[in-house]
C-alpha cells in the first residue's frame, strides 16, 4: 500500500522505537497522528517532523475512546506502545499486570476492532502491531510481558485471516533487543556475550516492507536469536533450559531493576 499520504497512527510514539518509526513515516511522506502519555515529547517531535498530536493514557479505557474520537480517519495503524512489565510475578503489583495488559494488549485490539471497519469499507488499510521476540520464547522475570505478546500475535494472526482478501493487511513485526533507543537501551542491561541487538532503523525498515509487500509475520534479530525463538516454539523446555545456562536468570534479574520506572 501507498505510504505517502497516509493517514498513520502511531501509539508510543513518545518512546525509543516510536521516534524512530514517527521520523522514518514523516520522510515517506505519511500524515501522522503521534500518540502517548508524554505530551512534551510529542509537541516536540511535531515541532520537528509535523503530524498532529493526541496525547492519550492507553491504560485507560476511556481515553482509548477519545484518542480514536479525535484521530478520525485512518488509513495505517501502528500499535507500537508498550509498558514492559518485566520482574518476578511476586514483584508486581496488580495496578503492574493490569497496565501491561491494557497497553500491550487491549489498547492494540481495542484501536483495531475501531479502525478496521473503515479500512474494510474503503477497501484499503494496514494495521502494523509491534510484538517481540517475547512473543514466541518466553523467559524467567517476563511472565507478564510474555503474556501480552504471546497473546498479541495469536490476535494479529488471527486478525490476519480474517481481513485477508478484505484490502486491508495485518503485519506483526517483532524485534529481538534493539540498541541505542528504546526499553531494552534504557534499561542498561548488559546481555551475555553474543546476544547481539539490532537498531530502531532496522525495525522500521521492516515496518515499511511489511507494509508495502503485505508481510504477514517479520522477526528483526540476528541470527541466534532468530534461532533461539524458533526452538522456543517448538520445544519451550529446551529453550528454557538453554536460556538458564546462559545466564537467563541474571539477565532476568537485571531487567527487574533497570525497568522498574516503566511499570
Ligand atoms: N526496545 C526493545 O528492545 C524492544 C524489543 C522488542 C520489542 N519491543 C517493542 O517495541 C515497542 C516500542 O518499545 P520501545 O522500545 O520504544 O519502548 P519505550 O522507549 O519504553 O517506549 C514505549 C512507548 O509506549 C508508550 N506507553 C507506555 N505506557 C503507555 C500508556 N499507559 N499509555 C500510552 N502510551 C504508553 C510510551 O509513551 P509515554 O511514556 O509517553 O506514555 C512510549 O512512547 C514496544 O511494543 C515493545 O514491546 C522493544
Do not use: W
Not at 503474556?147 to 485477508?164: D, P, V
Amino acid at each position: 500500500m501507498q505510504i505517502s499520504g497516509a493517514s498513520t497512527l502511531i501509539t508510543g510514539a513518545s518512546g525509543g522505537l516510536g521516534g524512530v518509526l514517527a521520523r522514518r513515516f514523516a520522510s515517506e511522506g505519511a500524515k501522522l497522528i503521534l500518540t502517548g502519555r508524554r505530551r512534551d515529547i510529542l509537541d516536540a517531535l511535531a515541532a520537528e517532523i509535523g503530524g498532529e498530536v493526541i496525547a492519550a493514557d492507553l491504560g485507560d479505557p476511556e481515553e482509548v475512546d477519545r484518542l480514536l474520537c479525535a484521530a478520525g480517519s485512518v488509513d495505517i495503524l501502528i500499535a507500537n506502545a508498550a509498558a514492559p512489565g518485566s520482574g518476578r510475578l511476586a514483584t508486581l503489583e496488580p495496578v503492574h499486570i493490569d497496565r501491561a495488559i491494557d497497553v500491550n494488549l487491549r489498547a492494540p485490539i481495542i484501536l483495531s476492532q475501531a479502525l478496521a471497519p473503515q479500512m474494510v469499507e474503503r477497501g484499503s488499510g494496514q494495521i502494523v502491531f509491534i510484538g517481540s521476540l517475547s512473543g514466541k520464547a518466553a523467559t524467567a522475570g517476563s511472565s507478564v510481558y510474555n503474556a501480552t505478546k504471546f497473546g498479541l500475535r495469536g490476535f494479529a494472526l488471527a486478525l490476519r485471516a480474517e481481513l485477508a482478501r478484505s484490502g486491508v493487511g495485518v503485519a506483526l513485526i517483532e524485534p529481538g533487543f534493539i540498541g541505542a533507543a528504546g526499553m531494552y537501551a534504557d534499561s542498561r542491561v548488559k546481555l551475555p556475550p553474543g546476544v547481539g541487538i539490532v537498531s530502531p532503523e532496522r525495525v522500521a525498515d521492516a515496518v515499511v516492507g511489511a507494509i508495502r509487500h503485505n508481510r504477514g509475520e517479520v522477526t528483526v534479530a540476528p541470527l541466534a536469536l532468530r534461532a533461539g525463538a524458533s526452538i522456543a516454539l517448538l520445544a519451550p523446555e529446551l529453550a528454557a533450559r538453554g536460556t538458564r545456562a546462559l545466564g537467563g536468570d541474571r539477565v532476568a534479574r537485571c531487567f527487574e531493576e533497570g525497568q522498574t520506572d516503566k511499570r
